[in-house]
């Protein structure tokens, strides 16, 4: 068996001296085979069997793999880095160049619909005077269509302010032109009202000069905060629209009397209510003053 390894060192000669009487019994077809076998496990041999193959597959593994992998170089790997940077930054950037666009295509459109229902309002205005004071003022059926107009009035009130809450469409627009039309055709019933001897004069002056009073103290106060809304002052805007419109309506017998009713029950609300903004302005003033003169004395220790 010595014979072996000489074989696999020598190749192709070596196989053939193993023929010989050397070879320790061996027969010619055992010589072959093992001369096979010798060359095929041996890493340097000359043969190219599963020897060679084993020892350069992995090479040939890695080249593939190497080839079929995108070049890493500094450079690439640079721009990769810098195109990656500019994604994200573009990716970071672009949502808040959004959010400004958008705001400013808010701020600027003003032809949205809940300005759209404000401007509405406020041509309802002339229009309810006009119908209002019709044929004298005292013919049902004018003082029916101006119940109407006043009543599309007040209804899109409800909604021009939710609206735009709720779809972010509050521009500068409607927070100057809500509330004058508010005001304005609430102002404009009233009068109406009693210039034509339906109503008291004393009650438009006790509505009107309440609105107009808050309104003027929720300016002085603004500095301060803000003084919210409350469900009183709801109800009285619903208990006011609900007794002006009856009051416009040419009503009789029970429903004359009913309307007094509910007239002097927003009445009531408004002086309530009015008393109660006044409270929360003088409360908001206070604390206002008192914050202040707090951040002085902290910058003066």
Partial sequence: MTGVPASAAGGPSGARRAKGPASGGLTPASGRALAREARDRAPGGSGGGK????????EDVRAAA????????????????????????????????????????????VWNIANLLTMLRLLLVPAFVMLMLADGGYDPAWRSLAWAAFAIAMITDLFDGHLARTY????????????????????????????????????????????????????????????PASRGGKLKTLTQGVAVGMYVLALTGWLATLRWWVMAAAVVLTVVTGLDYVKQAIVLRRQGIAEREAALEEKEE
Wanted: aromatic fraction near 4%; glycine fraction near 12%; hydrophobic fraction near 45%.
């Fill in 51 to 58: 020897a060679r193959r084993d020892a350069s597959g992995p």
């Fill in 168 to 227: 972010n469409l509050v521009t500068d627009f409607g927070k100057i032109a809500d509330p004058i039309a508010d005001k304005a055709i609430m102002g404009a019933a009233l009068i109406c009202l009693s210039a034509l001897g339906d109503l008291p004069w004393w009650v438009t002056g006790v509505i009107l000069g309440r609105e107009l009073g808050i309104t003027l103290l929720r300016f002085l106060v603004i500095r301060y905060g803000v003084i």
């Fill in 66 to 109: 190497a080839s079929s992998v995108p070049s890493s170089s500094p450079s690439s790997s640079e721009d990769t880095g810098i195109a990656g940077t500019t994604e994200a930054q573009g990716s970071t950037r672009a949502p808040r160049g959004g959010k400004i666009a958008a705001a400013a295509v808010d701020q600027a459109s």
